[in-house]
Every structure is written in C-alpha cells, then in structure tokens.
C-alpha cells in the first residue's frame, strides 16, 4: 500500500509540474512511467491538455494478456471508468433539478419508500454520501454475487437488508448505494434507461465519442481487462453493469 500511495503521490506531483509549467518535459514523464512499466507497479494511459490541446499522451503495459499472447495498451485504448461515473450519474440529477423535476430536498420515500429512512433522506444526502445507507460493497459476500446480474428489485433488497450505518445528515460516509439509488431515480423521473440518458443528457450533447455505457469487456474494441499485479498480472473478474 505504501508503494501503491508514493506512487499516487509522485505521478500527481509530476502531472502537476507538468500542467502548470511552460513545457512538457516529456523525458521526465516518459521516464517516470518506463519505470512503472518496468517494475509492474502500473499499466493504463495518460493523456495531459491544456485548453484542448494534448500536449502529451502515452499509455503502458497491455489491454489484454492471456498464456498465449500479450495485446499493448495504446492511446486508443478504453478502460472501465468505475467510480468516476459517479460524477455523470450527479450531473444529470442536477439537470432533472434545473427542470424542476426533482430537488434537492426532496426524501426518498417519494421513489422507493420501503429503504430504511426513507422519508428522511434527501437526494442531497445522497449525493453528499451522507445518507447513512450501508455500502453494499463491502458486504463480506460482495465478491461471490458480483459478477451476475441483478435486477433493481434486488439490489433495492440487497441495500436495504442492512441497517442504516449512521442517521441522515450526522456525518458523511461513502457508499456505492447512494449513486445506485440517484441512478434508478434517474430512470424513474425520465422513464428510460440509465444509458440512454447518459448519452442524450451529456455524451452526444458534448461530443465525448470513446464514453458510453459498457457491457462485457470487448478486446476487439479497444477495451482493456482490468488487472492486479500478484507475482503475475492477474486479470480481475467484471463486475455486471447490472450492479452499478
């Protein structure tokens, strides 16, 4: 972990060297990540502009690596966001907001009134991680259901089959709950699917052509594996899109 942290810290250090200076210093980062390449500390890409102009963009390791062969990551390679879309999911709540077809205050119980405090939860509390829903990710049986489809009627049970963590508003925690949640309300209030959505509410409206709602990964489109480096790279199971 600390290796994991002083890389973190040295890449965000350098990056920030970089954006903020006059010029690039290309060999500095192309050094830096010949050297986590090479002690299988990462793999991935890294692209840097400012004022949309790329001013410098390479990528590391591989996509896709079995016992008979091994594809590179390239600069047109695309990886599973994860986490990161949380900020799509906020983003087009906040456009339901400014229809005034949701707000900030509005409690939970106006969409699924069976989740515990429902009628004390705000879709702020939700946003804010601070709802006090458990996150069923790190339920201790997480890793054995994770990979198989769920439908919401399920994963509304799974969330609520644990008592809350905390009161609404007494303290911020984060849970993978709350964005799923802020995603089936997504659904519900427009009455399609979370994917069309995203990509009517801001993909096609800003022209980001490698992001969309995934499914399996699919090598043959330039999507990568995810892995964990033990001893070897080993490629990590996928979690179904069902769930998130």
Known sequence: MKNKIFTSILLTGLLLETVYSQNVNKPKL???LNILAEKNKAMGSLTISKNGTVLYSRAIGYSFISDREKTPATEK???RIGSI???FTATMIFQLIEEGKLDLTTTLDKFF???PNA???TISNLLNHRSGLHNFTDDPDYMTWMTQPKTQDEMLSIISKNKVDFQPNEKASYSNSNYVILGYIIEKISQQS???NLNERIVSEIGLSNTYF???TNTNNNES???QFINNWVQQSETDMSIP
Do not use: A, C, E
């Open 30 to 32: 192309d050094s830096l």
């Open 77 to 79: 390679t695309r990886y």
């Open 85 to 87: 879309s949380k900020m």
């Open 113 to 115: 009134p069976k989740l």
């Open 119 to 121: 009628n004390k939860i």
């Open 194 to 196: 979370y994917s069309k």
């Open 214 to 216: 995934g499914g399996k």
């Open 225 to 227: 594996f995810s892995y």
